[in-house]
């Protein structure tokens, strides 16, 4: 299986490079600091996007940047899956230059919790 993610990872790399679109060696880095075992279902999909939202904070990711670090055909079906898990995720709008101009790309920012009270329970006994 391993090397069935491999080979997808690095198709999804080359189709990112023809399209002109930026992968930086922060994405790099990003990409092989999750073990390619983590690409084979979509349950490890959404591990990685989980991981990458928490580790970027309230910088969040583009749908671009967690597309090519976690090998993810379809970004949002993965946020969607997360936000029914019950994770706090938004999304923001984010222009991005490049040679073609400016377009409008998400960026998905996943919100903390406050754990600081931990769940209160309000019900009288």
Known sequence: ???Q???KRRRLQRAWAAKALPFTAALKAEAAAVPASQYNGIAQQRECIRQM???RGAKGASVTELATACAVP????RISELRRQGLDIVSETDSISGPRGVNAAARYV???QDSRQGQLDLRLA
């Open 53 to 55: 939202l928490l580790r």
């Open 1 to 3: 299986m391993a090397s």
């Open 110 to 112: 996943l919100l903390e």
């Open 5 to 7: 993610s491999a080979r």
């Open 74 to 77: 379809s970004v949002t079906k």
